[in-house]
């Protein structure tokens, strides 16, 4: 049970990372590990790397990859407004992909549907073709 404990925790993570950063480990524009690569050698549940991660870049220490999938330590000379701005586009892009996720659901529910409703021989007065 200790053990679980153990892996669950973020705050090893995180401050692990800031040592990191700390010590030159890491420099700006360098991009950390993803999150199971990093969990696997910490020894952490991959959910906890994300965690942490996550509040770091809340923190400003880190920065979410736009172009490309991933975490970079941030430049702490970076304009606050283009950070600002590189969180705001990150945010958009998780939204779309999630828009996404429900376009291709609701697609495949209404396949399944009309698929359902040629196989029925439907004759209803819906207008469609079946």
């Known amino acids: ?8 925790r973020s705050d090893d993570v995180e401050a692990k990372i800031r040592g ?8 700006p ?3 950390l590990p993803g999150p199971g690569e990093l969990a696997e050698e ?3 549940l991959t ?19 736009i172009v490309e999938p991933g975490f970079l ?8 407004d283009v950070r600002a701005a590189m969180r705001a586009v990150r945010s958009a892009q ?10 291709a659901e609701l697609t495949e ?10 196989e029925s021989g439907c004759r209803c007065q819906g207008g469609h073709p079946y």
Request: proline share 3%; net charge neutral.
């Open 94 to 103: 998780l939204r779309m992909e999630a828009l996404e996720r429900r376009s």
């Open 1 to 8: 049970m200790e053990r679980m404990r153990g892996m669950l």
């Open 29 to 31: 524009g360098d991009r």
């Open 109 to 118: 529910r209404l396949e399944s549907v009309e698929r359902r409703l040629r």
């Open 20 to 27: 990191d950063i700390a010590d030159g480990v890491y420099a």
């Open 47 to 65: 959910k906890a790397v994300e965690a942490a991660y996550r509040r770091l870049v809340e923190d400003g220490l880190l920065v979410e990859g």
């Open 73 to 80: 330590v941030a430049d702490p000379g970076l304009d606050p």
């Open 42 to 44: 910490l020894g952490k």
